[in-house]
């Protein structure tokens, strides 16, 4: 389960900024992931929870944004698709088209004290 990882950075930068602010703690984290990344949104909340008692972040609240995949025809860029169509083939001329977003994972703020 590489959210375990990931919730373990997420933790790391948010600390890692609290110190360097001088702050008291961590209200609030707030994340964007794509839908494409291979992060499960639910396994990641469950991986925060069990990391971050006994840390500043212990009370924060821990928000996730799932952000949509996209793609487009880079033949003739007029096809955008959703990873809810499962097809990335352009309608117009058959290309595999590009993907745009959705491969995405950042941490967009903190709220710090």
Same mark, same amino acid.
């Given at each position: ?5 990931? &919730?373990?950075? @997420?933790?790391? +930068?948010? #600390?890692?900024? $609290? ?13 964007s ?20 008692p006994?840390?500043?972040? &212990?009370?924060? @609240?821990?928000? +996730?944004? #799932?952000?949509? $995949? ?44």
């Amino acid at each position: 389960m590489h959210e375990m990882s990931i &919730a373990h950075s @997420i933790l790391d +930068i948010a #600390v890692g900024e $609290m110190e360097k602010n001088a702050s008291a703690g961590i209200r609030k984290i707030k994340i964007s992931i794509g839908e494409f990344s291979g992060v499960v949104k639910e396994a990641l909340e469950f991986a925060f929870e069990v990391l971050a008692p006994n840390t500043p972040a &212990a009370a924060a @609240i821990f928000e +996730i944004e #799932v952000l949509p $995949m996209t793609a487009e025809c880079r033949k003739c860029g007029k096809f955008e698709c959703r990873l809810s169509d499962l097809n990335l083939l352009c309608p117009g001329c058959g290309r595999i088209a590009f993907i745009t977003s959705g491969r995405e994972m950042t941490v967009d703020y903190l709220d710090l004290e």
